[in-house]
């Protein structure tokens, strides 16, 4: 059974406990870097061509790094 009566831990760095204020953070420093990362992920979108599921991999035997640009 799960012990209760501890007091949640900061989802982000998970040493202090959360703050009524921030929850579920401890603090608003990690709230907002919470957010910070998150805005991060949204905004990198790594660009990744999109395959579609009847493409094949060719692998060559023999890889030549090509230059790019
Ligand atoms: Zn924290």
Redesign the pocket.
């Known amino acids: 059974m799960d012990r209760m009566g501890e007091a949640p831990l900061?989802i982000?760095?998970?040493?202090?406990p959360v703050s009524e204020r921030w929850r579920p953070?401890?603090?608003e420093?990690?709230r907002n870097e919470d957010l910070a990362r998150w805005a991060e992920g949204r905004y990198s979108v790594p660009g990744e061509p999109v395959h579609g599921p009847d493409a094949e991999i060719d692998e060559h035997p023999d890889t030549e790094s090509t230059k790019d640009g």
């Open positions: 900061c982000l760095c998970r040493r202090h953070f401890c603090s420093r990690c």
